[in-house]
């Protein structure tokens, strides 16, 4: 065995050579630029309602526009920058965040919706990027911000007067009582024959 | 003591270490954030509220409803066959377990499409599959289907025969139209006059 061992330890010293780098690579696998935020806590950011921000307090913010760079360039609110939501992970765009994160500056984004905000908002903000809010609005076609309409925030503004009682599942055991009731009806027997018939 | 067993007990030592290191297959397997990025940006998770509509009226077996709303709102009004799953309890191991059904499209709505994206968003970082949002939520889609508005005549063919498929969804949905019987109409107290004869009158019928 150990003349075996000996005269082909380099053929095995290869699959546990191999077996050792892929222990030491899942060790020291670089993270990816990992989300610091945990499920849970996600959670709790999705219904704080502190993180969007309405269209008359913008002053003093970095406002973001996230629209594609052609909308943009036919116009945009003031002192705005553009970063497309498919560019939001770009290298330019991480150092954009990271300065206003430095310096302190509060980032606004705004967009077509305020669905098409939501997304990018809360990646940033499970990648760590806590300095940023999201518009409780949106930009018009013709480059005006003003605030979502109340039927496409998380307000109901349900009118269920239409469906009557095909709302409620149950049947009102009062209702089924009388619809069920038959009536009775008593049988008369005739005094006399009928004069009828020829 | 022979080397071979060194050997062998070494080499075990390590794969048990292997073993140890490995992520278990329970681990919840995250996204990574550029590809959920490119996730985001793909439209396709949005269904729209005639879309739904159609699948419910179908009784489509691959839809699965999730209202993320609290439940007393639930109770007050939800779509047919929906599950109410509130957003704060969308992870838990049982909920995780119904976003795993295979063959279940799983729909998230709410009042408005915000909360269901950002539920969307947190279950596809958990690399959750098939799950859609339906565009504009609840208050869009009672606007769409029951609040369905008259077209002018002017209006496209195509647009008509929507117009037509909404009108029937309402019908559907509220059990009251222009063409149909409200439910409930036959067990209504609807007064029905029975003329009797007064005992010992006499017919007067024959020729």
């Given at each position: 065995?150990?003349?075996?061992?000996?005269?082909?330890?380099?053929?095995?010293?290869?699959?546990?050579?191999?077996?050792?780098?892929?222990?030491?690579?899942?060790?020291?696998?670089?993270?990816?630029?990992?989300?610091?935020?945990?499920?849970?806590?996600?959670?709790?950011?999705?219904?704080?309602?502190?993180?969007?921000?309405?269209?008359?307090?913008?002053?003093?913010?970095?406002?973001?526009?996230?629209?594609?760079?052609?909308?943009?360039?036919?116009?945009?609110?003031?002192?705005?920058?553009?970063?497309?939501?498919?560019?939001?992970?770009?290298?330019?765009?991480?150092?954009?965040?990271?300065?206003?994160?430095?310096?302190?500056?509060?980032?606004?984004?705004?967009?077509?919706?305020?669905?098409?905000?939501?997304?990018?908002?809360?990646?940033?903000?499970?990648?760590?990027?806590?300095?940023?809010?999201?518009?409780?609005?949106?930009?018009?076609?013709?480059?005006?911000?003003?605030?979502?309409?109340?039927?496409?925030?998380?307000?109901?503004?349900?009118?269920?007067?239409?469906?009557?009682?095909?709302?409620?599942?149950?049947?009102?055991?009062?209702?089924?009582?009388?619809?069920?009731?038959?009536?009775?009806?008593?049988?008369v027997k005739k005094a006399s024959a009928s004069?009828?018939?020829? | 003591?022979?080397?071979?067993?060194?050997?062998?007990?070494?080499?075990?030592?390590?794969?048990?270490?292997?073993?140890?290191?490995?992520?278990?297959?329970?681990?919840?397997?995250?996204?990574?954030?550029?590809?959920?990025?490119?996730?985001?940006?793909?439209?396709?998770?949005?269904?729209?509220?005639?879309?739904?509509?159609?699948?419910?009226?179908?009784?489509?077996?691959?839809?699965?409803?999730?209202?993320?709303?609290?439940?007393?709102?639930?109770?007050?009004?939800?779509?047919?066959?929906?599950?109410?799953?509130?957003?704060?309890?969308?992870?838990?191991?049982?909920?995780?377990?119904?976003?795993?059904?295979?063959?279940?499209?799983?729909?998230?709505?709410?009042?408005?499409?915000?909360?269901?994206?950002?539920?969307?968003?947190?279950?596809?970082?958990?690399?959750?599959?098939?799950?859609?949002?339906?565009?504009?939520?609840?208050?869009?889609?009672?606007?769409?289907?029951?609040?369905?508005?008259?077209?002018?005549?002017?209006?496209?063919?195509?647009?008509?025969?929507?117009?037509?498929?909404?009108?029937?969804?309402?019908?559907?949905?509220?059990?009251?139209?222009?063409?149909?019987?409200?439910?409930?109409?036959?067990?209504?107290?609807?007064?029905?006059?029975?003329?009797?004869?007064?005992p010992g009158?006499?017919?007067?019928?024959?020729?």
């Amino acid at each position: 065995m150990n003349r075996y061992l000996k005269s082909n330890s380099i053929w095995l010293g290869f699959p546990v050579l191999a077996f050792v780098i892929l222990m030491l690579a899942l060790i020291f696998r670089p993270n990816p630029p990992g989300y610091r935020l945990s499920a849970s806590q996600t959670i709790q950011l999705m219904k704080d309602s502190s993180m969007t921000i309405s269209v008359g307090e913008l002053a003093g913010k970095q406002v973001v526009d996230l629209r594609s760079a052609e909308l943009f360039a036919q116009g945009h609110a003031a002192n705005a920058v553009n970063i497309p939501s498919r560019q939001l992970l770009d290298k330019e765009s991480i150092k954009l965040f990271n300065e206003f994160r430095k310096e302190g500056k509060v980032a606004v984004l705004y967009g077509n919706s305020e669905l098409q905000v939501v997304s990018p908002w809360l990646l940033l903000h499970q990648l760590g990027y806590t300095n940023v809010l999201r518009l409780k609005g949106y930009i018009t076609p013709e480059n005006k911000l003003i605030p979502t309409e109340i039927g496409s925030s998380e307000s109901s503004v349900l009118n269920l007067s239409s469906f009557g009682e095909k709302r409620e599942p149950t049947v009102d055991p009062k209702h089924q009582a009388d619809s069920q009731k038959s009536e009775t009806v008593k049988l008369v027997k005739k005094a006399s024959a009928s004069g009828g018939g020829c | 003591m022979e080397k071979k067993y060194i050997y062998l007990s070494v080499l075990l030592v390590v794969l048990a270490l292997g073993l140890v290191i490995l992520p278990g297959k329970d681990d919840p397997k995250e996204t990574n954030p550029k590809l959920l990025l490119s996730s985001v940006t793909e439209k396709s998770r949005y269904l729209s509220a005639d879309q739904i509509t159609h699948r419910i009226i179908e009784n489509d077996p691959t839809l699965l409803l999730i209202d993320l709303r609290p439940a007393s709102q639930f109770k007050t009004f939800a779509l047919p066959g929906s599950m109410n799953i509130p957003v704060d309890s969308i992870l838990t191991s049982t909920n995780i377990e119904i976003f795993n059904q295979p063959g279940k499209d799983k729909v998230f709505y709410a009042n408005s499409d915000l909360t269901a994206e950002m539920a969307w968003m947190l279950c596809n970082r958990f690399s959750l599959k098939r799950i859609y949002v339906m565009k504009g939520g609840l208050n869009e889609w009672f606007q769409t289907i029951i609040e369905t508005k008259s077209l002018p005549v002017t209006a496209s063919s195509a647009d008509m025969e929507l117009q037509s498929f909404r009108i029937a969804a309402r019908q559907f949905f509220t059990g009251a139209g222009p063409s149909t019987v409200a439910p409930g109409a036959g067990q209504s107290s609807e007064k029905v006059i029975v003329t009797r004869k007064a005992p010992g009158e006499k017919s007067g019928g024959g020729c």
